[in-house]
Antibody, heavy 123, light 109 residues
Framework: EVQVVESGGGLVQPGGSLRLSCAASGFTFSSYRMNWVRQAPGKGLEWLSYISRGGGFIYYADSVKGRFTVSRDNAKNSLYLQMNSLRAEDTAVYYC????????????????WGQGTMVTVSS | DIQMTQSPSTLSASVGDRVTITCRASQSINSCLAWYQQKPGKAPKLLIYKASSLESGVPSRFSGSGSGTEFTLTISSLQPDDFATYYCQQYNGYSPPYTFGQGTKLEIK
């Protein structure tokens, strides 16, 4: 079964750090670009970060640039999100999502999503 | 960055109705648009990519259209399972940020 499973969420104090993981299975992880998306309670989806297949191209939303770092380990079929300097407004469910690839190997939406991991930033 | 605006924010409809949700981009995104369905407590599910291509396994009552800056998601005959929140997402230029619309909640009338 093709799936991604997030882990690592929890309760953290403002200013603290947390590292999220996303374990992929059922597909050739190294062939896909990956993304992180979050959803604050009762709010919409917010794209956060993108990493290319080899990790050489990385993008962030302005809201997390300089605080969050995405990485991947293709040998371990895993994606990571290191979150530093956490704020109350970072409280959300964090999703890992696989980038769908079109016939020209370009991005084409997000076709596989994990169940999400909840991050709560509070004192 | 490209902004995506969905309308309406909430839509009330009945089983069997035909409904349309609109998504507008702040600049042309060609056909680089996806639609997702999300149910409470669940991850989003890809319905449509490239504005009008139906993802495998998605019922044919879902369809997408548009290009440039204006797009629509149509459900031809609402089923009980379709009541959910729908999001559009642009991926123009194949280079992030890949912005989502604010969502449209489809409610039972």
């Amino acid at each position: 079964e093709v799936q991604v499973v997030e882990s690592g969420g929890g309760l953290v104090q403002p200013g603290g750090s947390l590292r999220l993981s996303c374990a992929a299975s059922g597909f050739t992880f190294s062939s896909y670009r990956m993304n992180w998306v979050r959803q604050a309670p009762g709010k919409g989806l917010e794209w956060l970060s993108y990493i290319s297949r080899g990790g050489g191209f990385i993008y962030y939303a302005d809201s997390v640039k300089g605080r969050f770092t995405v990485s991947r380990d293709n040998a371990k079929n895993s994606l990571y999100l290191q979150m530093n300097s956490l704020r109350a407004e970072d409280t959300a469910v964090y999703y890992c999502a696989r980038g769908r690839i079109d016939s020209s190997s370009r991005d084409d939406g997000f076709d596989i999503w994990g169940q999400g991991t909840m991050v709560t930033v509070s004192s | 960055d490209i902004q995506m605006t969905q309308s309406p924010s909430t839509l009330s409809a009945s089983v069997g109705d035909r409904v349309t949700i609109t998504c507008r981009a702040s600049q042309s995104i060609n056909s680089c648009l996806a639609w997702y369905q999300q149910k409470p407590g669940k991850a989003p599910k890809l319905l449509i990519y490239k504005a009008s291509s139906l993802e495998s396994g998605v019922p044919s009552r879902f369809s997408g259209s548009g290009s440039g800056t204006e797009f629509t998601l149509t459900i031809s005959s609402l089923q009980p399972d379709d009541f959910a929140t729908y999001y559009c997402q642009q991926y123009n230029g194949y280079s992030p940020p890949y912005t989502f619309g604010q969502g449209t909640k489809l409610e039972i009338k």
